[in-house]
């Protein structure tokens, strides 16, 4: 099942210029000390339910600020520190912890689970929090990362398919390029079983290590690595996660629906609760219609972008991610969706764990080795391979840019990123997970805590010093009042019993499209 865009030529002028991107950042909120702050989302900063922009994901303490859609990297960017500016200004002494990982946390049970009011969607994604929080537990899902949205037009579900099977056989690139979270606070691995070593007595790292956060101690889980998702089709996902969605798992039916007071401990005891609990380093998208299950947009309207999920928080960069990151992400997409990408396997599939983990765990360390096919290849050599390939491509972005006149970007500006992450490969020093390391033991003394406290002050600090302008921080004061508004009216509007609406939302008719799903 081979792409019809196979080569950079078939992709016309149009489809590049019509890419577009948003961005999804997560951070938790830390007091001056290091410590996780247990307050509630500021209502300064609107209704975490309704506000289009800024959210939180799984905890109470743990921001999600959200961009609108954009044709360049830069304008992404640009929004993103304008969220974030408008967030920092609101929050205090609180401050957005510049780590994927964790501050310091209190008890696994005390992590405070995301509030969205009284509505049944509000109350339903608590519960959905309260079963993750049994499921996997409460600290795993404190880890923070960045989510990169990117469509292009003219492509077809197949393609988009086909693009998601190439990115995760060359993922490895961007967790050994990107990967910034090397080591952990030793609160985030207490009482667990784990393979790092003490950098100091309250830091825990692996010294090659590119990103903690995909690794072992990261965003995994026993129960769905039985889950081998093949992405050889639309159809083929959806009845993998259909089946997930519907067929009760043992180890969840023993927790159970309810506590012994009738107070919802989750959703449901299947394998998934819903969609957005099976992981993934990059899934198929769809904007959904109110009260909409994502798998029956999938299914009824096909893949309209894609949402790449591997990539660590920066502490070094203001908002996490620079303009660079996002330039060599379409190409590196680009590149995922034009070379050939013959289907999956169960063997490939289980490979590709392997090479993650690898990576994650041991991506710095000379001479690593993943697998490719029947052999094994030195990392290295691997990630140089797709680098000369990406070449051509970066080329004719910056041509059409050009050509376009296309706002923040100079003439050539997507095959120097290429260029950057040659030179990284070539000088592993110099990359993001070293460099926090190094940072670490020659400033800090070995403490993740005090390293990342500083960079998150200094973060801070630069936020504070450029005021957004009066006529834009009204406009967002205006917008929070107006989710709160909005979230009233959502809360005033419910008629449904709790229990009723979730039976009917969770009922897996509402799962199938009423159509055969588009190519």
Same mark, same amino acid.
């Given at each position: @099942?081979?792409?019809?865009?196979?080569?950079?030529?078939?992709?016309?002028?149009?489809? +590049?210029?019509?890419? $577009?991107?948003?961005?999804?950042?997560?951070?938790?909120?830390?007091?001056p000390?290091?410590a996780?702050?247990?307050?509630?989302?500021?209502?300064?900063?609107?209704?975490?339910?309704?506000?289009?922009?800024?959210?939180?994901?799984f905890?109470?303490?743990?921001l999600?600020?959200?961009?609108?859609?954009?044709?360049?990297?830069?304008?992404?960017i640009?929004?993103?520190?304008?969220?974030? $500016?408008?967030?920092t200004?609101?929050?205090?002494?609180?401050?957005?912890w510049?780590?994927?990982m964790?501050?310091?946390?209190?008890?696994?049970?005390?992590?405070?689970?995301?509030?969205?009011?009284?509505?049944?969607?509000?109350?339903?994604?608590?519960?959905?929090?309260?079963?993750?929080?049994?499921?996997?537990?409460?600290?795993?899902? &404190?880890?923070?990362?960045?989510h990169?949205?990117w469509?292009?037009?003219?492509?077809?579900?197949?393609d988009?398919?086909?693009?998601?099977?190439?990115f995760? !056989?060359n993922?490895f690139?961007?967790?050994?390029?990107?990967?910034a979270? =090397?080591?952990s606070?030793?609160?985030?691995?207490?009482?667990?079983?784990?393979?790092?070593?003490?950098?100091? =007595?309250h &830091?825990?790292?692996?010294p090659?290590?590119?990103?903690?956060r995909?690794? $072992?101690?990261?965003?995994?889980s026993?129960?769905?690595?039985?889950?081998?998702?093949?992405?050889?089709? +639309?159809?083929?996902?959806?009845?993998?996660?259909h089946d997930?969605?519907?067929?009760?798992? =043992?180890?969840?039916?023993?927790?159970?629906?309810?506590?012994?007071q009738g107070?919802?401990?989750?959703?449901?005891?299947?394998?998934?609760?819903?969609?957005n609990?099976?992981?993934g380093?990059? !899934?198929?998208?769809?904007?959904?219609?109110?009260?909409?299950?994502?798998?029956?947009?999938?299914?009824e309207r096909?893949?309209?972008?894609?949402?790449?999920?591997?990539?660590?928080?920066?502490?070094?960069?203001p908002?996490?991610?620079?303009?660079q990151?996002?330039?060599?992400?379409?190409?590196?997409? +680009?590149?995922?969706?034009?070379?050939?990408?013959? =289907?999956?396997t169960?063997?490939?599939?289980?490979?590709?764990?392997?090479?993650?983990?690898?990576?994650?765990?041991r991506?710095?360390?000379?001479?690593?080795?993943?697998?490719?096919?029947?052999?094994q290849?030195?990392?290295?050599?691997?990630?140089a391979?797709?680098?000369?390939a @990406?070449q051509p491509?970066?080329?004719? +972005?910056?041509a059409?840019?050009?050509?376009?006149?296309?706002?923040?970007?100079?003439? %050539?500006?997507?095959?120097?990123?290429?260029?950057?992450?040659?030179?990284?490969?070539?000088?592993p020093? &110099?990359?993001?997970s070293? $460099?926090?390391l190094?940072?670490?033991?020659?400033?800090?003394?070995g403490?993740?805590?005090?390293?990342?406290?500083?960079?998150?002050?200094?973060t801070?600090?630069a936020?504070?010093?450029?005021?957004?302008?009066?006529?834009?921080?009204? %406009?967002?004061?205006?917008?929070?009042a107006e989710?709160?508004?909005?979230?009233?009216?959502?809360?005033?509007?419910? &008629?449904?019993?709790?229990?009723?609406?979730l039976?009917?939302?969770?009922?897996?008719?509402?799962?199938?499209? %009423?159509?055969?799903?588009?190519?």
């Amino acid at each position: @099942m081979d792409t019809n865009l196979q080569g950079h030529t078939a992709l016309t002028e149009q489809q +590049l210029a019509g890419m $577009r991107r948003g961005l999804e950042k997560e951070s938790l909120r830390a007091l001056p000390n290091g410590a996780l702050a247990m307050t509630p989302h500021p209502a300064a900063l609107g209704s975490a339910l309704a506000h289009p922009h800024i959210t939180t994901d799984f905890s109470e303490s743990q921001l999600e600020l959200i961009t609108g859609v954009h044709a360049s990297a830069q304008a992404c960017i640009d929004e993103l520190v304008q969220v974030q $500016r408008f967030t920092t200004q609101v929050l205090g002494d609180e401050m957005l912890w510049v780590s994927s990982m964790p501050c310091a946390l209190p008890e696994d049970d005390a992590i405070p689970l995301g509030q969205y009011g009284s509505s049944n969607v509000g109350r339903a994604k608590t519960v959905y929090r309260s079963g993750l929080g049994y499921r996997y537990g409460r600290r795993m899902q &404190t880890i923070s990362g960045i989510h990169y949205n990117w469509s292009m037009p003219g492509v077809s579900s197949e393609d988009y398919f086909a693009l998601i099977r190439n990115f995760r !056989r060359n993922a490895f690139l961007l967790l050994y390029l990107f990967g910034a979270s =090397p080591a952990s606070c030793s609160s985030f691995v207490a009482g667990r079983a784990h393979q790092l070593q003490a950098l100091n =007595p309250h &830091t825990m790292y692996l010294p090659h290590a590119t990103s903690l956060r995909m690794g $072992r101690l990261g965003y995994q889980s026993d129960a769905q690595s039985s889950l081998a998702v093949s992405y050889n089709s +639309l159809q083929g996902y959806a009845a993998s996660l259909h089946d997930a969605l519907t067929q009760p798992y =043992p180890a969840y039916e023993a927790v159970g629906v309810r506590d012994a007071q009738g107070q919802y401990k989750q959703l449901a005891t299947t394998l998934l609760q819903i969609e957005n609990e099976f992981y993934g380093t990059i !899934r198929p998208k769809r904007v959904i219609f109110q009260g909409e299950r994502p798998l029956h947009a999938l299914r009824e309207r096909g893949v309209e972008y894609v949402e790449v999920r591997l990539l660590d928080l920066n502490p070094f960069e203001p908002v996490g991610i620079n303009a660079q990151t996002l330039r060599f992400i379409d190409v590196f997409l +680009l590149y995922c969706l034009t070379h050939p990408s013959p =289907p999956d396997t169960p063997q490939e599939i289980a490979a590709m764990a392997r090479n993650q983990h690898r990576t994650a765990e041991r991506g710095r360390e000379p001479g690593l080795l993943l697998e490719r096919a029947d052999e094994q290849v030195p990392l290295t050599a691997w990630a140089a391979e797709i680098l000369a390939a @990406m070449q051509p491509l970066a080329e004719r +972005l910056d041509a059409i840019n050009g050509s376009t006149g296309s706002a923040g970007s100079d003439g %050539s500006a997507h095959a120097h990123a290429v260029q950057a992450a040659r030179q990284a490969l070539e000088q592993p020093h &110099t990359l993001p997970s070293a $460099r926090v390391l190094q940072s670490m033991t020659e400033d800090h003394a070995g403490s993740f805590l005090a390293c990342m406290r500083a960079h998150s002050e200094a973060t801070q600090a630069a936020m504070l010093s450029e005021p957004l302008p009066p006529a834009v921080l009204q %406009s967002m004061q205006a917008q929070s009042a107006e989710s709160l508004a909005a979230q009233h009216r959502i809360e005033a509007a419910d &008629t449904m019993p709790f229990d009723v609406y979730l039976q009917a939302y969770l009922s897996p008719k509402r799962l199938l499209a %009423s159509a055969a799903a588009p190519a």
